[in-house]
């Protein structure tokens, strides 16, 4: 039994393994594909890999509660929507991660954890060119990290970013791509002032969201996220308080914390409420309403 542990596909796994894969529901009766489970530091990727060298890949953070993965057909599909963007072929289907899972439950005995799924495209070429369209798609790797740690709703402090910004512009700001070095920046430079964690205003100047997790900001009662055109990561969370009308989009200066009455970041692992920003104290939320919060989105519980 291990508090962590992950599997990566013995060869570039594209769609071909993927069409092979019996339908949704049907994950206790396929075989695995070929590949090598063990210690995430043990295991290796090829140096030529491309999520390696250029963050030229994307993954999903799912929450595994009790042995069940949570929201994951919304997490599927930003995966899918987001290899669909950025040009990738599309990532494994449910079947084989459902599969997986269960392995890695059985490998590991964890039930309660975070599982992390990756999608690489692969190996090819030097450079930032892409490998020849022929091959790109066989080219594509995946590999999986299930770690045990539980959903988190204590306190944080914040400090805004004045390095880093969200492009509001890019396509990457809609997909939860590899790179996060400029979030690891910002987290430093929170660090640095004293603060816990980086929130990151959108390019545009207003509030965005945090280093991995969205920004709830409410006001009279009412919560508010900053829009998408804002740069913010379409959060699995997010797009749950929206359709389940417990939330709605609005443009957030930088003052809006000033006069809020709470505020929370919130991810698939859990949602946090905001004490401080910039040295300011924000009016406490206790960390038992933002849970209600949270587990109203994931059971779809109306207001
Ligand atoms: C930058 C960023 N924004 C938002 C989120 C929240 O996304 P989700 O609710 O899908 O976990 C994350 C999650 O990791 C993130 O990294």
Known sequence: MSSTIAWIAAAPDGPAAAAASPPAGTAAAMSLPEGQWGDPGDLALPL???????????????????????????????????????GMAPPPPRSLILALVAEAGTRSGIRTGALRLNWSRGSGGRGLDLPAPAEAPAAHRFWLQLSATPPRFDAVTTW????????????????????????????????????????????????CCGSAANLLVRHQGRWTTPPLASGCLPGVMRGRALRLGRAREGLL???????????????????RPIHRCDGNALPPIPSGQTEQLWRGLLEGATP
């Not at 890949?57 to 899918?80: I, K, N, P, S, Y």
């Open 48 to 86: 030529s890999d491309r999520g390696l060298l250029l963050g030229d890949g994307l993954f999903e953070t799912v929450l595994l509660e009790e042995g069940r993965l949570q929201l994951l057909a919304d997490h599927l599909e930003r995966w899918r929507t987001s290899a669909a963007l950025l």
């Open 160 to 207: 805004i970013s004045r390095q880093e910004r969200r492009n509001a512009a890019s396509l990457l700001s809609r997909c939860k791509s590899f790179a996060y070095t400029a979030q690891i920046q910002a987290r430093r430079e929170a660090h640095a002032a004293g603060a816990d964690d980086a929130l990151l205003l959108s390019s545009n100047g207003d509030l």
């Open 253 to 271: 200066e930088p003052s809006a914390l000033a006069g809020c009455d709470g505020a929370v970041l919130i991810n698939s692992l859990g949602c």
